[in-house]
């Protein structure tokens, strides 16, 4: 149902406010640079510091101004269930296709908790579902074993993968097998996760190179890896320079560069440090971004 590249998109700001002409802007700027799928209101949405308002309202604007040209799947995770529901339901209202949950953080479900929290929200809203495992925001790790059992729930059809593990993933694949859609979450590992079976990614550099990274997971889905290994070594420099800092701090100062956004985050995130931004700096000169 998902494939390809899915650009986990920005949300601009301007003067603390929702910069909705450039959040506009940028959508369209994606889909006329052939990206698979938008994915608003993740972690590289900022999706943590928004109001419930502001999280519908970006959903909204990301609907309309899509159009049914591609899926929109609609980052709606919590660490409260019933929060997670209400999100995804919205969701599903403004018309989203699919949304993305990120597992319960904080609170470190155990795994059968962590199934049931899926499993409510599967069985509580009628939506394609994407699992999203990444242990490094979570503080806990969705194991094969449950994504198994996640898979044989009605909704729930793939799972954002970065928890950076090739074992993982490869077990995820083996005891899964076409139940469910793997993407990567890892920028970087999408040639090989897409090798050993992932159909796809959810990517941040994305909101930078749309064109480059839709033609990488194109090759792979191709079964081309000779040319998505070369678009992948093009890119792995800007890839590795965007997550010098944490995530979305280095897209939205490379984007701002580019002169797509205002470099404006909600604290507590701040902008890069005037070492690190020359290193994306580089980066995106190389590439010739700027």
């Known amino acids: 149902m998902f494939k390809g590249t899915l650009t986990a998109i920005i949300t601009p700001f301007r003067d603390g406010e929702v910069d909705e002409k450039a959040l506009r802007d940028h959508i369209e700027w994606q889909i006329q640079s052939g990206i698979d799928g938008l994915v608003p209101c993740g972690s590289t949405g900022e999706s943590a510091t928004l109001t419930h308002a502001e999280h519908e309202r970006v959903v909204k604007i990301t609907v309309e101004q899509t159009r049914r040209r591609v899926p929109v799947v609609a980052g709606t995770g919590s660490n409260s269930t019933a929060e997670a529901i209400r999100l995804t339901a ?11 949950l990120i597992s319960p953080y904080y609170n470190k479900p155990t795994q059968d908790g962590i199934f049931k929290h899926y499993k409510m929200i599967a069985t509580s809203v009628d939506l394609p579902l994407l699992v999203y495992n990444i242990p490094g925001r979570t503080g806990s790790n969705i194991a094969p074993e ?12 793939g799972v954002k993968e970065a928890s950076g593990s090739m074992d993982q993933t490869s077990d995820i694949l083996r005891l899964c097998g076409d139940k469910l859609t793997i993407l990567s979450g890892d920028d970087a590992l999408t040639v090989p996760l897409m090798a050993i079976g992932a159909k796809g990614v959810i990517a941040t550099i ?9 033609d990488l997971a194109a090759a792979g889905l191709a079964g081309d890896f000779e040319r998505a290994r070369q678009i992948h070594y093009k890119m792995l420099p800007l890839m590795r320079a965007l997550f010098i800092e944490t995530n979305p701090i280095c897209v939205k100062q490379a984007l701002a560069l580019m002169g797509r956004c205002c470099n404006e985050l909600r604290l507590p995130l701040v902008p890069m440090t005037a070492p690190a931004a020359e290193k994306l700096k580089a980066a995106m000169k190389d590439l010739r971004l700027i």
């Open 146 to 157: 449950t994504f198994a059992r996640l898979a044989e729930v009605k909704n729930i059809v």
């Open 206 to 214: 994305g909101n930078v190179m749309p064109r480059e990274m839709h």
């Open 90 to 100: 919205s969701a599903r209202e403004m018309g989203a296709d699919g949304a993305l």
